[in-house]
């Protein structure tokens, strides 16, 4: 599993799951881009100073990514991890 979100987001680009956008967006288009694209990393959004991603566990296949594991397996996993965490 991802250490972090920055990681996980690098992962989503070497699989070619990301897309940058670089110009400046409008707040009104997030979802619209979101929609219509893979996930996206938009780095400038009007009125806001930091940068915004969405859309990087929209399906089975980005969420086994983040999980390390087959989207088949993406339960199994995912129950597993939430064990070990109530029994620390």
């Known amino acids: 599993m991802q ?4 990681e ?5 680009e070497q ?3 990301l897309r940058q ?8 288009d997030i979802s619209a881009i979101i929609a219509r694209s893979k996930a996206a ?4 959004v009007e009125g806001f ?9 929209r399906d089975r296949n980005k969420v086994a990514l983040a999980l390390s594991c087959e989207p088949k ?7 597993g991890l939430w064990s070990i965490q109530l029994i620390q």
């Open 3 to 6: 250490k972090g979100l920055r």
């Open 8 to 12: 996980f987001i690098g992962i989503l």
């Open 15 to 17: 699989h070619g799951h």
């Open 21 to 28: 956008l670089s110009h400046p967006v409008n707040p009104l």
């Open 41 to 44: 990393v938009m780095m400038t």
């Open 49 to 57: 100073d930091v940068p915004l991603v969405g859309g990087i566990v």
């Open 73 to 79: 397996e993406i339960a199994k996993r995912f129950f």
